[in-house]
């Protein structure tokens, strides 16, 4: 099944289209993630009303791409700056930036670019082993594992959110409810529409998306002091032999992208956890001489290949179940969808063609990003120089064009600045932005499924417990909101304590 998706995905990948955008979309991500404040998810975002045109395996080789380009991008400012362009590239300033300063920028972002693509590729090992045989396993989930499943997604979102568990679960609970807006599949009623035709299919996730996190992040980074501040850096040209470099910790590049498989696999935990988690597992593991913190190869090894590791194993739950691991795969479950297509078994069995494509333009964008990155870095420094005052206009004009040519709509426009109010609104709050998309990503599945299982069992709400896949999973969400509840207040108590010991 595995080989036969494959092969059949191949001709669907080798067409000049799908392989261009695929490298295309790899550059493009490389910038996004060098740029501070923008990153993979915000590339994506900007590109998916222009992605949502293309055939679908095209379509989703420059998503995956852009993904894949900008969760090392983020590697070359904080090495050149220090600025990391991405969260995910944080952990990479701790030697990466010191190499920098002794004298081995080219090194240290050849390095960097290097184990990202060797950890993505793990990656892509993981997601094609992984992926079919999740796929085949939830093939015989009925209604109430779906709902039980969407749950755990929910949960496990807002639990490990880095704000608090109260922030997180609201924030689905707002997406959720998001998600009812439009005509009810069941009873072909109208909710929450105020008698508009416009919102009977209710919000665009694209117009949503775009607001929340584009309209939201330029309008917080037209706060920031640097607006016309023009970066003074040095150009930074890598050579091939960063990958010989790179293998010569073949140990720690091994051990640091299957932690970052294995986190990514885990919804919500994300790449920078897997990061921070590799750089503090290699650095325990190293000798003395090796001193991290100070500039070691081995630390931006670990942090890198992580990183990009992690893309792959936040792709397997996506596809073989519709649960997102973060707000990026959630986008694209979401560009899937729009496409017409619905990620989990029915995917696998019914267009293996679809999923052996994507399975081959991931490899793919982890083999462009080894070559294109080390070739083209010195054009991502130049980037690195423009203003923020330039760049945010630019951003902006982006956003408006490609969701009004989502419908020809203006409509969507005034719900993208709709939601890049609430985005603000959230973001001063301190409330996390990624619970809202999985919850309008989630919800549809969530609520269909419950509905579904209540009219099987005639409103009977044992049929969750009397299947037991279903009751597993449900056991499985009481001790995640059990762990997180608890984690919380012990937090809380620690923070008191110290309180109480500094008076």
């Not at 799908?18 to 990153?39: D, E, N, Y």
């Not at 105020?194 to 694209?206: P, Q, T």
């Not at 005052?389 to 969507?412: E, H, K, N, R, W």
């Amino acid at each position: 099944m595995l080989i036969d998706s494959i092969l059949s995905g191949y001709g669907l990948f080798m067409t000049p289209m799908a392989i261009g955008l695929t490298l295309l979309g790899v550059l493009f991500g490389l910038v996004v993630g060098a740029l501070p404040g923008l990153g993979p998810l915000m590339g994506i975002i900007l590109l998916l009303p222009v992605a949502i045109g293309l055939p679908p395996v095209a379509a989703m080789g420059f998503l995956i791409a852009i993904f894949v380009g900008g969760s090392c991008g983020g590697s070359i400012s904080a090495i050149l700056l220090p600025i990391p362009g991405t969260p995910l590239a944080a952990a990479t300033l701790f030697d990466g930036y010191p190499m920098a300063k002794k004298g081995r920028a080219s090194d240290a972002i050849g390095i960097a670019i290097s184990a990202s693509a060797i950890g993505g590729l793990f990656g892509g090992v993981v997601l094609i082993l992984l992926a079919p045989a999740l796929a085949q396993f939830a093939s015989n989930f009925a209604p109430p594992e779906y709902a039980a499943l969407a749950v755990t997604g929910l949960i496990a979102i807002a639990v490990i959110s880095k704000e608090s568990l109260l922030k997180g679960l609201i924030a689905g609970c707002f997406g959720l409810l998001i998600a009812t807006i439009g005509t009810d599949e069941f009873s072909t009623g109208y909710r929450f529409t105020f008698d508009s035709h416009h919102m009977l299919n209710g919000f665009h996730i694209v117009a949503v998306v775009v607001g929340l996190f584009a309209i939201s992040e330029m309008a917080y980074q037209t706060m920031s002091d640097d607006l016309i501040k023009k970066p003074e850096i040095e150009i930074a040209r890598p050579g091939f032999g960063s990958i010989f470099l790179t293998l010569k910790h073949w140990k720690n590049l091994l051990r640091s992208s299957t932690i970052g498989a294995f986190f990514g696999t885990l919804p919500g935990a994300g790449g920078v956890i897997s990061s921070f988690t590799s750089y503090a597992v290699a650095k325990a593991s190293a000798g003395p001489d090796e001193k991290y913190g100070e500039g070691a190869e081995g630390g931006v090894v670990a942090t890198e290949s992580a990183n990009n590791s992690t893309v792959g194993g936040t792709l397997v739950p996506s596809l073989a179940l519709g649960i997102p691991g973060d707000a990026s795969s959630a986008v694209l479950i979401g560009a899937l969808l729009i496409l017409g297509f619905f990620p989990g078994p029915t995917l696998f069995e019914q267009q293996p063609e679809i999923v052996g494509g994507i399975f081959l333009v991931y490899l793919a964008s982890n083999i462009f990003l080894l070559i294109a990155g080390i070739l083209a870095t010195p054009l991502f420094v130049y980037v690195l120089r423009i203003p923020k005052a330039y760049l945010i206009p630019i951003v902006l004009l982006l956003c408006c064009i490609g969701t009004y040519a989502l419908q020809a709509s203006v409509f969507d426009l005034f719900v993208m600045l709709g939601f890049g109010i609430v985005g603000i609104l959230f973001r001063a709050a301190n409330y996390p932005l990624s619970p809202i998309v999985i919850g309008i990503i989630l919800g549809p599945l969530l609520e269909n499924n419950l509905r579904r299982s209540l009219l099987i069992s005639d409103n009977g709400y044992w049929i969750f417990l009397d299947r037991p896949i279903s009751a597993i999973l449900i056991i499985v969400n009481i001790i995640l909101i059990a762990g997180a509840v608890w984690f919380a207040l012990r937090g809380k108590a620690h923070s008191n304590t110290a309180l109480m010991d500094k008076h």
